[in-house]
């Protein structure tokens, strides 16, 4: 069987989840990226992010290529070119990880709709995240909009579960290949339409394992007060590495707990403070799965001060707030 392994915000090898089925299941796997033009073009995002995540492409697309299976990758409206590569490759499967946007989520029906109407089968998998929505709800099976009563539930649903970490898929090797044309170099920055710059956070799987490797060797354990102070290096510096998922947040936390477990120079209230941040961005891809709203708006309508009345006296405090002469330390 031939599969593709469409590659979306999980651009890692390690503990990913529809890549390791692929490689289970088919004789010949194909990767495949899409850029997604329409969005590009949009300017929603800034050329730090774009930078970024061209990074972690190139380290994926290394690493596959040292497995002897090449990344393809196109560009312009996603399920066109899915749909695409499917049929030109003939493939009889595709393969991707969920997304919780209620624009991916169209997105995604979409395509799956066209790829069964032409006879491809479509296998979608958890990956972006430890327990979805629905894994997590509240007595009487609604959805949860407390932190505090989420959290608990999570960590009961942990203990019961306790997810495990994948390894990079044994099968993904060159027997797997398809002779197909090599793929053109990745695009640039400047191709795609932003300026080039260095990412301060260096991107990719192999940094992302390093950096977590590091912190929680040492930072972690002093987080709840390091995190506050902006002069030290006190906090993991992951965030974007979960949004373009090249590193998945089942391995970050058994790597927090693990430290926990060997004993030794270990604080638990800083470690378990750490995982509650990563609890915290589950908790609110839940409230964004139930309340698709706010990706427009607020989750609640809470009183918004008026704004100051025009004047000197405001003009004097938007300009030493300009010049950082606020008496605060932080803006």
Known sequence: MRGIVWFRRDLRLSDQTALTAACEAC?????????????????????ACVNFMLGCLEDLATSLAARGLPLQWRRGEPPEEVVRAAREWKADAVYWNRDYEPGAIERDRAVQQRLTQMGVLVQTFKDHLVFEAEEVRGSTGEPMQRYSAYRARWWAKWQAAKPKVLPVPAGLCRDKSV???????????????????????????????????????????????????PAIDGTSKLSPHFRFGTLSPRTAIHAALAGLAAGGRVSRPDVLT?????????F???VLSAFPRVVDGPFRNAAVPPPREPGPARDMLFQAWCHGRTGSPTV
Do not use: K
């Open 27 to 47: 004789n010949e796997v194909i990767p495949l990226f899409v850029f997604d033009d329409p969005l590009l073009e949009s300017q929603i995002f800034g050329s």
């Open 274 to 282: 750490w995982i509650d941040e990563m609890i915290w961005r589950e």
């Open 284 to 286: 609110f891809q839940q």
């Open 179 to 229: 002779p197909l044309l090599a793929p053109h170099p990745i695009p640039t920055v400047r191709e795609l339409g932003y300026e080039s710059l260095t990412p301060w956070i260096e991107p990719g799987e192999q940094n992302a394992r390093s950096r977590l490797t590091w912190f929680v060797g040492g930072p972690i354990h002093g987080y709840v007060d390091g995190r506050n102070h």
